[in-house]
């Protein structure tokens, strides 16, 4: 497979009318959102089938949030 570089991909859709620009704007656009509701799906079903395996416990609203604020005072 031929790659290009950014640079080549962006003078080549210049070279488009706008119409065509919006258009695989709109493509690209929809392509990312389906890919990342791809890998959400896979996720959860990663995360469901741990859970099912017993590798997760049951937790309260107030432990989960606990901890998540933890990791986020860990990121900043």
Do not use: K
């Not at 690209?28 to 089938?49: K, M, N, P, T």
């Not at 395996?53 to 309260?60: C, L, R, T, V």
Request: proline share 4%.
């Amino acid at each position: 497979m031929n790659t290009i570089s950014l640079d080549e991909a962006l003078e080549t859709v210049m070279q488009l009318p706008p119409e065509q620009q919006e258009m695989l704007i709109d493509i690209v656009r929809h392509r990312q959102i389906e890919r990342r509701r791809q890998e959400i799906a896979e996720d959860a079903q990663q995360s469901l089938a741990a859970y099912q395996a017993g590798e997760y416990q049951p937790q309260s609203a107030v432990q989960v949030i606990r901890e998540l604020r933890l990791g986020l005072d860990e990121v900043y």
